[in-house]
């Protein structure tokens, strides 16, 4: 089985069989992909909600708005179906308390919301999510059933 990393700010796809993974989920989101058909896999580990409100917007794997759409397209290269295709959404915390939260420290929840956005404009079904909270995960998504799981610091591990 390849086992297929995933850095921050990236984006990776593979074919069955496979386990795409990233670590250190904080407020980033991570993207799970899976064709229920193909058994194609793919994972984004977006940092920041849109591409439109960054300086160096260069990284498209850095944005949600970006990252999912590439994401679907490179799996759809290797032969994904994008009918059976459906997301699993990890990650997006709230990392440091504050007093006053703004929008603007609310990065993980803006990454939640614009994920969860962009997989509906694509009309891709959220199966299944383990987001929010203070802590950070990291996750491991297996391309025999499209298993997410999901391992973390004090609270255990779980897969959805």
Same mark, same amino acid.
């Given at each position: ?62 944005? !949600? ?14 032969? !994904? ?80």
């Amino acid at each position: 089985m390849d086992i297929i990393k995933v850095g921050m700010a990236d984006l990776r796809v593979g074919r069955h069989p496979c386990m795409l993974t990233t670590l250190g989920l904080g407020s980033c989101v991570g993207i799970s992909l899976f064709d229920r058909m193909t058994k194609i896999s793919g994972m984004a580990h977006v940092m920041l909600p849109s591409s439109k409100q960054a300086r160096d917007n260069t990284n498209i794997a850095k944005f !949600a708005d970006t990252g999912i759409m590439e994401l679907l397209n490179q799996m759809l290269r290797l032969g !994904a179906k994008r009918a059976s295709v459906v997301a699993k959404l990890a990650g997006g915390a709230q990392m440091f308390a504050f007093r006053e939260v703004s929008d603007v420290m609310r990065i993980g929840d803006r990454n939640t919301d614009a994920s969860r956005e962009v997989l509906a404009m694509l009309k891709i079904p959220i199966v299944s999510e383990d987001v929010g909270l203070n802590y950070g995960r990291t996750i491991e998504l297996y391309s025999a059933d499209g298993i997410v799981l999901i391992k973390t610091i004090g609270h255990g591990s779980k897969s959805i």
